[in-house]
Antibody, heavy 121, light 112 residues
Framework: EVQLVESGGGLVQPGGSLRLSCAASGFTFSSYWMSWVRQAPGKGLQWVANIKQDGSEKKYVDSVKGRFTISRDNAKNSLYLQMNSLRDEDTAVYYC??????????????WGQGTLVTVSS | QSVLTQPPSVSGAPGQRVTISCTGSSSNIGADYDVHWYQQLPGTAPKLLISGNSNRPSGVPDRFSGSKSGTSASLAITGLQAEDEADYYCQSYDSSLSALYVFGTGTKVTVL
């Protein structure tokens, strides 16, 4: 059974940093692109970043470029999101998701339960 | 930041059929990228409902169906059940520079 378990969320002041983790199990982690998707309270879903199987390619939504860094450790079956210079608008539940790559557009076929990040003074 | 537009809410009585539209543009749905749908039950993570416009993953009831035409897509729920009350999101790939993947604004389905 595919399982994705996020951790590392919490309350942080504006301008602060936080590192999220996602522990994967039930599949060959090193064979899949992975993503982070977030959802602000009461709002919709927003893709944040994704990373290739070997970590050689990384993509970000414009609003987090230069502030967030996605990474992975295939030996530990883990995905990470380092978040720096956090802003109020980064407050959200952050989901780890496995990417299904297709010729006509990728999608997210497995999701974790999410971890809440609150940016507030 | 959503670039796919959905109606905020739809409702129906048990057993009825409801549809949810998802309207995009020439950089996503209109560029012939597939549309995928997710169901988010209250207080839980999203779950893949439909992939590749109309494909149901194993375990998804055949009451759920998807279609796509031009720059729009639709999700239909037939034989509406109380457990279908949830938020539904469409998603596609986007060839613009700002984001690889875009989601719809979300639709709340209420079972009357």
């Amino acid at each position: 059974e595919v399982q994705l378990v996020e951790s590392g969320g919490g309350l942080v002041q504006p301008g602060g940093s936080l590192r999220l983790s996602c522990a994967a199990s039930g599949f060959t982690f090193s064979s899949y692109w992975m993503s982070w998707v977030r959802q602000a309270p009461g709002k919709g879903l927003q893709w944040v970043a994704n990373i290739k199987q070997d970590g050689s390619e990384k993509k970000y939504v414009d609003s987090v470029k230069g502030r967030f860094t996605i990474s992975r450790d295939n030996a530990k079956n883990s995905l990470y999101l380092q978040m720096n210079s956090l802003r109020d608008e980064d407050t959200a539940v952050y989901y780890c998701a496995r990417v299904a790559r297709t010729l006509y557009g990728d999608y997210f076929n497995y999701w974790g339960q999410g971890t809440l990040v609150t940016v507030s003074s | 930041q959503s670039v796919l537009t959905q109606p905020p809410s739809v409702s129906g009585a048990p057993g009825q059929r409801v549809t949810i539209s998802c309207t995009g543009s020439s950089s996503n749905i209109g560029a012939d990228y597939d549309v995928h749908w997710y169901q988010q039950l209250p207080g839980t993570a999203p779950k893949l409902l439909i992939s590749g416009n109309s494909n149901r993953p194993s375990g998804v009831p055949d009451r759920f169906s998807g279609s796509k035409s031009g720059t729009s897509a639709s999700l239909a729920i037939t034989g509406l059940q109380a457990e279908d009350e949830a938020d539904y999101y469409c998603q596609s790939y986007d060839s613009s520079l700002s984001a690889l993947y875009v989601f719809g604004t979300g639709t709340k389905v209420t079972v009357l």
